[in-house]
């Protein structure tokens, strides 16, 4: 059975796991390089520090994804306004994780009083953007060659959802 819990400092080797291969593997980070666990560490305790819940889908002590909120933009104007981030293992996706994942994540969003959620999806991502829908997320924008990963440009997606 999969339980979805808060994390804790233990998950995190796990957690950099998903998020490295996220990394090396596709385009859902626009980023090169695989991080370290003191990153992900630093990562952990600012989610602390600002309240964001860090959610892992966990089935007998193996971490099968993760999800959390984060900061849109740092200026003042946007501190109504949050980020989300939703990450599954290779071999666990479209098993429906994500959905158990998601929706922890609107409820922290209201518990903290945010205003409206952001996802920005690379726009061949197909599945996330069909799961965000789900949730009753609009696509609001959609930027064109804006990331560059895997000697191609890439285009994103903006969705959005007013909590």
Excluded: C
């Excluded at 339980?3 to 804790?8: D, E, G, S």
């Amino acid at each position: 059975m999969i339980n979805i819990q808060h994390a804790t400092e233990a998950d995190l080797p796990q957690i950099l796991s998903i998020y490295n291969d996220a990394i090396l593997h596709t385009t859902a980070v626009y980023d090169y390089e695989p991080h370290t666990i003191e990153m992900r560490t630093e990562w952990f305790k600012e989610k602390r520090k600002h309240a964001f819940a860090v959610f892992v889908a966990e089935e007998n002590g193996v971490i099968l994804g993760f999800s959390t909120l984060g900061h849109f933009r740092t200026w003042e104007g946007y501190k109504f306004t949050v980020e989300n981030a939703v990450y599954v293992k290779a071999d666990s996706r479209g098993k429906g994780i994500g959905k158990l994942l998601l929706k922890p994540l609107i409820d922290n969003a209201k518990a903290l009083r945010y205003h409206t959620i952001m996802a920005g999806i690379d726009a061949t991502n197909e599945a996330s953007i069909a799961l965000h829908k789900q949730f009753g997320f609009e696509q609001v924008a959609y930027m064109k060659e804006v990331g560059y990963k895997f000697n191609r440009w890439l285009d994103l997606v903006f969705m959005q959802l007013m909590v």
